[in-house]
Antibody
């Protein structure tokens, strides 16, 4: 079974760039699927950030597109998220997930909390 | 795109059935058969319960079912059990490779 684990700094200052990595086990990222990032502000709902295919084609939420970069590293079986110019509004639990058919998120990581504060 | 509309809360007694709605537009829910539902217990990651409107992943009890009519999708939980108490989120494809979630519904088992 596919397992995912997010990692990265938990505290950022405003205007910095958020960088998170999702490490996959139990499946080779180069074998297929899509790989997505979703976030959840404390006490609020889920928001899709963006996704990437095994070949590196990216798909971003229109509301975050100008600040988001998602990349894949097949050699490390990882994919990554960068979100630039963060503000307090970017404080959230960030999840990575698989999308076997793109349209749904089948397996999720446990999530990592990122707090933006001066 | 705007978040899909879900009722903030829903409730039912053990053994009863409860239905949670998810309303969008013809550009998302109504335009594609790509609605999924997620269950999230406090402090846990979401879990996929329904995909492509009506399909259940392996391991999800058949007490959970999905449907769609027009721009509104629904999740029905039959034979409510205590462990069904959780937050539920719908998600729809919105065209142009975009995905949009609902605001979530807190299901309480009375």
């Amino acid at each position: 079974q596919v397992q995912l684990q997010e990692s990265g700094p938990g505290l950022l200052k405003p205007s910095e760039t958020l960088s998170l990595t999702c490490t996959i086990s139990g499946y080779s990222i180069s074998s297929g699927y899509y790989w997505g990032w979703i976030r959840q502000p404390p006490g609020k709902g889920l928001e899709w950030i963006g996704s990437i295919s095994r070949s590196g084609t990216t798909y971003y939420s229109p509301s975050l597109q100008s600040r988001v970069t998602i990349s894949v590293d097949t050699s490390k079986n990882q994919f990554s998220l960068k979100l630039s110019s963060v503000t307090a509004a970017d404080t959230a639990l960030y999840y990575c997930a698989t999308q076997t058919g793109y349209y749904s998120f089948d397996y999720w990581g446990q999530g990592t909390l990122v707090t933006v504060s001066s | 795109q705007s978040a899909l509309t879900q009722p903030p809360s829903a409730s039912g007694s053990p053994g009863q059935s409860v239905t949670i709605s998810c309303t969008g537009t013809s550009s998302d829910v109504g335009g594609y058969n790509y609605v999924s539902w997620y269950q999230q217990h406090p402090g846990k990651a979401p879990k996929l319960m329904i995909y492509e409107v009506t399909k259940r992943p392996s391991g999800v009890p058949d007490r959970f079912s999905g449907s769609k009519s027009g721009n509104t999708a629904s999740l029905t939980v039959s034979g409510l059990q205590a462990e069904d108490e959780a937050d539920y989120y719908c998600c729809s494809y919105a065209g142009s490779n975009n995905l949009v979630f609902g605001a979530g519904t807190k299901l309480t088992v009375l």
